[in-house]
């Protein structure tokens, strides 16, 4: 199949044939991702960085 | 489930001694990237020392920057955000203490070995044999630590620096092992096991991938730890990093042939090449831009805080790079800036902007929490900003102008089709000015980070190092849910829906029916809808996600990155490994190297000749004008390890052979301004002294036959006698024009591989003899 396919396609197109398919594929996967009606999912992980443990005063000193 | 407060002490020693091990040889690497930038302006610095050339110090940058200065930075970045973002200390303290000196002998034993002009000839990966068995247990002794930290730790979520980390650490322990792989000569001599067009495919697939998978992954997850900390906020989009980690690590690995374009590799390798770094656009700029939006609503932070200022910089730096590298990958733009100066530029905006600027960012960040005292001074911290900055754009430019220079003298051709600059050092003197702003934009970043190193002194300066303690609260570990164990989550839905679209694109290159291929693409439309059915009803009944399963588990996580990165390094490089057995009628007329050009191409490769001279004459027409033939694969077939190069300094070699007499080498080593006016190449007085041990003849080519090259039993037998035979027919040419030289000098044996080069059948200069003054081939158009 892929002989009929490429059949009529000059090889310098088959690249940005390549490249257009990819592109169309990262807009569908990124509009799939934004789309998702659950960002509730990700929040608690988003917040990883800025929740990363109560200090507590007494830090205890160490011999550098 | 329950909960309970525990208290933790953070290990914050070791992330203080990789912090000063990545302060101390960051310096180190500056300051001879400075020197080498100075060398390459002004020759004289070379000093005439073998140990102080460019060619030996050169690799001793790349290794300090890369492995020593980035290397410790992300190690301290990756102990302090891991445990605080699994919420426990590592797993072992043993364990890290053995990664931290274990990496630091490593660095000093490159430091040692590459002035010595012990390496392999191969770039970022010169380390000989024993150091590089040193890496490869130093990296599994963090791996276990890293792993076993991520089994006991108090967070159920894995961010996503967490997975920037697992995908380090499995990607640079395939390509270090893959790359690696050599037959050892002698204790500190080895070759490489690949040869030639696969040699070079499998380099720069690790050479690409040691960029993307060592100065760039684990940056990202640095960027999403440190970046909403400094910032206070979370990050941008959580869903864009997902799609940027994912997308990310796919196709990085594939991109490693656009190194190459233009060279003797297979054009359907060059093509993936190109093709994957255009893509690589895409996700690059997705990150960057989630980095930046970080700061919606927080920008004027950045104007009083130095920190953020180092971040939204280096981050602009990874977008800029990130840009211009699938620009250089287009083979039209490759065709006028490959071995340029231009690539050095963009080398170093990812090196200098990127990774200088977050480390900076981050060692600023860290020191007074780690010291528990405030920065000293916020306004030295913004002049180190302002400084480094400036040498940054001051190196770019100088190196843009420089290299668009250097490619359009290269090419340009007079109305009768002659080359215009017929001399290869018109070239180098007109872009003498560029080298000498670029030592001044290095200096200028050195003086920077020397600023850094004062203001981080006078913090720490009188404060006590401190273990940060915290308390979190922590869930008891939920009850597996029924029938969700690993393999569950291993083999879910989507990995079978993925594999069974695999399978129907496999069958759409197998089937030859129009009809069949229409019913396989709805077949793949109908896989995808029920898979889609299945998500929704499934997420309707509250269960959760398949990624919200995936990414709590490290073991599922880092089996399908591995699978991610195996794809693409799989498919580029078993056709290359295998297409030996295509070209054996050309292969044949290859004659293997002699025993004294096999030595003389040690000598090659221990003084660093590869780094300024490549040996691919391209497939164009002033490349042929100035060399002759474009080089062909088959050429390389004995070539362990491929000495292509990646820049030109001085002009391609590969045709070299035969074109000048023995007495012309011989006075272009001794002063190489005698031959070539105008030339910056250090002078080679050493090699007429040094002598090398004959013993290792028979040996180096019983190494050979081990690897493939087809010398007999005989050619090792008596490989001592002939290559004293082939050495004396050069002293006696020598000899002839009243130069004295010992048979078993080093330059001998290295004229002798020269005058070796580029001559192996079908190729139109061939001479089975060696050329004398006598019988030289006079110089056409391609003046060096």
Same mark, same amino acid.
């Given at each position: 199949?892929?002989?009929?396919?490429?059949?009529?396609?000059?090889?310098?197109?088959?690249?940005?044939?390549?490249?257009?398919?990819?592109?169309?594929?990262?807009?569908?996967?990124?509009?799939?991702?934004?789309?998702?009606?659950?960002?509730?999912?990700?929040?608690?992980?988003?917040?990883?960085?800025?929740?990363?443990?109560?200090?507590?005063?007494?830090?205890?000193?160490?011999?550098? | 489930?329950?909960?309970?407060?525990?208290?933790?002490?953070?290990?914050?020693?070791?992330?203080?001694?990789?912090? &000063?091990?990545?302060? /101390?040889?960051?310096?180190?690497?500056?300051?001879?990237?400075?020197?080498?930038?100075? %060398?390459?302006?002004?020759?004289?610095?070379?000093?005439?020392?073998?140990?102080?050339?460019?060619?030996?110090?050169?690799?001793?940058?790349?290794?300090?920057?890369?492995?020593?200065?980035?290397?410790?930075?992300?190690?301290?970045?990756?102990?302090?955000?891991?445990?605080?973002?699994?919420?426990?200390?590592?797993?072992?303290?043993?364990?890290?203490?053995?990664?931290?000196?274990?990496?630091?002998?490593?660095?000093?034993?490159?430091?040692?070995?590459?002035?010595?002009? =012990?390496?392999?000839?191969?770039?970022?990966?010169? /380390?000989?044999?024993?150091?590089?068995?040193?890496?490869?247990?130093?990296?599994?002794? &963090?791996?276990?630590?890293?792993?076993?930290?991520?089994?006991?730790?108090?967070?159920?979520?894995?961010?996503?620096?967490?997975?920037?980390?697992?995908?380090?650490?499995?990607?640079?322990?395939?390509?270090?092992?893959?790359?690696?792989?050599?037959?050892?000569?002698?204790?500190?001599?080895?070759?490489?096991?690949?040869?030639?067009?696969?040699?070079?495919?499998?380099?720069?697939?690790?050479?690409?991938?040691?960029?993307?998978?060592? /100065?760039?992954?684990? #940056?990202?997850?640095?960027?999403?730890?440190?970046?909403?900390?400094?910032?206070?906020?979370?990050?941008?989009?959580?869903?864009?990093?997902?799609?940027?980690?994912?997308?990310?690590?796919?196709?990085?690995?594939?991109?490693?042939?656009?190194? /190459?374009?233009?060279?003797?590799?297979?054009?359907?390798?060059?093509?993936?090449?190109? #093709?994957?770094?255009?893509?690589?656009?895409?996700?690059?700029?997705?990150?960057?831009? !989630?980095?930046?939006?970080? =700061?919606?609503?927080?920008?004027?932070?950045?104007?009083?805080?130095?920190?953020?200022?180092?971040?939204?910089?280096?981050?602009?730096?990874?977008?800029?790079?990130?840009?211009?590298?699938?620009?250089?990958?287009?083979?039209?733009?490759? +065709?006028?800036?490959?071995?340029?100066?231009?690539?050095?530029?963009?080398?170093?905006?990812?090196?200098?902007?990127?990774?200088?600027?977050?480390?900076?960012?981050?060692?600023?960040?860290?020191?007074?929490?780690?010291?528990?005292?405030?920065?000293?001074?916020?306004?030295?911290?913004? $002049?180190?900003?302002? #400084?480094?900055?400036?040498?940054?754009?001051?190196?770019?430019?100088?190196?843009?102008?420089?290299?668009? !220079?250097?490619?359009?003298?290269?090419?340009?051709?007079? +109305?009768?089709?002659?080359?215009?600059?017929?001399?290869?050092?018109?070239?180098?003197?007109?872009?003498?000015?560029?080298?000498?702003?670029?030592?001044?934009?290095?200096?200028?970043?050195?003086?920077?980070?020397?600023?850094?190193?004062? !203001?981080?002194?006078?913090?720490?300066?009188?404060?006590?190092?401190?273990?940060?303690?915290?308390?979190?609260?922590?869930?008891?570990?939920?009850?597996?849910?029924?029938?969700?164990?690993?393999?569950?989550?291993? +083999?879910?839905?989507?990995?079978? &829906?993925?594999?069974?679209?695999?399978?129907?694109?496999?069958?759409?290159?197998?089937?030859?029916?129009?009809?069949?291929?229409?019913?396989?693409?709805?077949?793949?439309?109908?896989?995808?809808?029920?898979?889609?059915?299945?998500?929704?009803?499934?997420?309707?009944?509250?269960?959760?996600?398949?990624?919200?399963?995936?990414?709590?588990?490290?073991?599922? &996580?880092?089996?399908?990155?591995? =699978?991610?990165?195996?794809?693409?390094?799989?498919?580029?490089?078993?056709?290359?490994?295998?297409?030996?057995?295509?070209?054996?009628?050309?292969?044949?007329?290859?004659?293997?190297?002699?025993?004294?050009?096999?030595?003389?191409?040690?000598?090659? %490769?221990?003084?660093?000749?590869?780094?300024?001279?490549?040996?691919?004459?391209?497939?164009?027409?002033?490349?042929?004008?100035?060399?002759?033939?474009?080089?062909?694969?088959?050429?390389?077939?004995?070539?362990?390890?491929?000495?292509?190069?990646?820049?030109?300094?001085?002009?391609?070699?590969?045709?070299?052979?035969?074109?000048?007499?023995?007495?012309?080498?011989?006075?272009?080593?001794?002063?190489?301004?005698?031959?070539?006016?105008?030339?910056?190449?250090?002078?080679?007085?050493?090699?007429?002294?040094?002598?090398?041990?004959?013993?290792?003849?028979?040996?180096?080519?019983?190494?050979?036959?081990?690897?493939?090259?087809?010398?007999?039993?005989?050619?090792?037998?008596? +490989?001592?006698? !002939?290559?004293?035979?082939?050495?004396?027919?050069?002293?006696?040419?020598?000899?002839?024009?009243?130069?004295?030289?010992?048979?078993?000098?080093?330059?001998?044996?290295?004229?002798?591989?020269?005058?070796?080069?580029?001559?192996?059948?079908?190729?139109?200069?061939?001479?089975?003899?060696?050329?004398?003054?006598?019988? $030289?081939?006079?110089?056409?158009?391609?003046?060096?």
């Amino acid at each position: 199949m892929y002989k009929q396919f490429f059949a009529d396609m000059e090889w310098t197109a088959l690249p940005l044939f390549a490249l257009g398919l990819f592109l169309a594929m990262f807009a569908l996967m990124l509009l799939r991702t934004f789309a998702w009606k659950t960002k509730q999912d990700f929040e608690p992980m988003e917040q990883l960085p800025l929740s990363d443990g109560r200090p507590v005063n007494n830090r205890r000193e160490v011999t550098p | 489930m329950s909960q309970r407060i525990e208290r933790i002490e953070y290990d914050d020693g070791i992330v203080r001694k990789f912090m &000063f091990a990545s302060i /101390l040889f960051g310096t180190v690497g500056l300051i001879v990237g400075v020197l080498i930038a100075s %060398q390459l302006a002004w020759h004289q610095l070379n000093f005439g020392i073998p140990y102080l050339t460019f060619s030996r110090l050169r690799p001793l940058h790349t290794n300090a920057v890369i492995f020593a200065f980035v290397g410790n930075m992300m190690f301290a970045g990756v102990y302090y955000s891991t445990q605080r973002l699994l919420k426990t200390r590592m797993a072992n303290d043993l364990l890290s203490s053995i990664h931290f000196w274990g990496w630091q002998l490593i660095i000093v034993a490159a430091a040692v070995t590459l002035p010595l002009g =012990l390496t392999t000839g191969k770039e970022y990966a010169e /380390l000989e044999w024993p150091i590089d068995i040193a890496i490869a247990v130093i990296w599994v002794v &963090f791996a276990i630590n890293f792993f076993w930290t991520l089994a006991k730790r108090n967070e159920k979520h894995l961010y996503v620096a967490i997975w920037f980390y697992i995908a380090t650490i499995v990607t640079v322990a395939v390509l270090h092992i893959v790359n690696s792989l050599a037959l050892p000569l002698s204790p500190m001599k080895s070759y490489s096991v690949f040869a030639g067009v696969q040699d070079a495919l499998v380099q720069w697939w690790y050479g690409h991938n040691a960029v993307a998978f060592f /100065l760039t992954t684990p #940056i990202l997850g640095i960027m999403y730890y440190f970046l909403p900390k400094a910032a206070e906020r979370p990050v941008y989009s959580y869903r864009l990093s997902i799609v940027h980690f994912w997308s990310l690590v796919f196709m990085y690995i594939w991109a490693g042939p656009h190194h /190459l374009l233009y060279t003797a590799l297979p054009d359907w390798a060059q093509s993936l090449g190109m #093709i994957f770094s255009l893509m690589l656009w895409a996700p690059s700029w997705g990150g960057m831009l !989630n980095g930046l939006l970080t =700061l919606r609503g927080a920008w004027n932070k950045v104007r009083e805080e130095p920190v953020l200022k180092f971040f939204v910089a280096g981050v602009t730096f990874y977008g800029m790079s990130t840009f211009e590298g699938p620009l250089l990958s287009i083979k039209s733009v490759s +065709a006028l800036a490959h071995y340029t100066d231009w690539i050095v530029g963009h080398a170093h905006g990812g090196a200098l902007g990127w990774n200088g600027l977050m480390a900076a960012g981050m060692f600023y960040w860290m020191a007074p929490r780690l010291w528990n005292k405030p920065l000293h001074s916020k306004k030295a911290a913004d $002049a180190h900003f302002w #400084i480094a900055t400036i040498g940054i754009i001051l190196y770019m430019v100088s190196m843009w102008i420089s290299g668009v !220079n250097q490619g359009l003298m290269w090419q340009a051709q007079n +109305a009768d089709g002659t080359l215009t600059y017929t001399s290869f050092t018109e070239t180098l003197l007109a872009i003498r000015p560029m080298y000498i702003v670029r030592a001044l934009g290095g200096t200028l970043y050195l003086t920077g980070f020397v600023l850094m190193i004062w !203001n981080l002194l006078k913090t720490v300066s009188g404060a006590q190092a401190t273990n940060t303690t915290v308390e979190v609260t922590v869930e008891d570990k939920p009850a597996e849910e029924p029938g969700v164990g690993p393999l569950t989550v291993i +083999a879910g839905r989507p990995l079978w &829906f993925s594999t069974i679209g695999l399978v129907f694109t496999l069958v759409f290159f197998l089937v030859d029916s129009a009809a069949l291929a229409i019913g396989l693409s709805v077949a793949v439309l109908v896989v995808g809808e029920v898979a889609y059915v299945i998500n929704k009803k499934e997420r309707a009944s509250g269960k959760p996600s398949w990624f919200g399963l995936v990414e709590r588990r490290p073991f599922a &996580f880092t089996v399908l990155v591995l =699978l991610s990165v195996l794809v693409g390094g799989i498919a580029e490089l078993l056709p290359t490994i295998l297409v030996k057995q295509a070209v054996p009628e050309a292969g044949h007329a290859q004659k293997p190297y002699t025993a004294l050009e096999l030595q003389g191409r040690d000598v090659y %490769q221990r003084e660093g000749c590869y780094l300024c001279h490549s040996q691919m004459v391209r497939p164009m027409l002033h490349e042929y004008l100035r060399y002759g033939e474009a080089s062909r694969a088959e050429e390389f077939i004995y070539d362990h390890p491929f000495q292509w190069g990646s820049k030109r300094t001085g002009p391609d070699l590969h045709r070299i052979g035969g074109r000048y007499p023995n007495l012309w080498h011989y006075t272009h080593l001794m002063d190489p301004r005698s031959t070539s006016p105008g030339s910056n190449m250090p002078t080679y007085q050493w090699l007429a002294e040094w002598t090398y041990d004959t013993k290792l003849a028979g040996p180096r080519l019983a190494v050979m036959q081990k690897l493939g090259v087809p010398y007999t039993n005989a050619d090792i037998d008596a +490989a001592e006698a !002939n290559q004293k035979k082939q050495a004396n027919t050069i002293v006696v040419d020598l000899a002839k024009n009243g130069v004295k030289a010992n048979w078993n000098s080093d330059i001998v044996a290295l004229i002798a591989y020269l005058q070796r080069l580029g001559r192996d059948q079908g190729v139109a200069l061939t001479e089975d003899v060696p050329p004398t003054a006598a019988n $030289a081939v006079p110089q056409v158009g391609g003046g060096r």
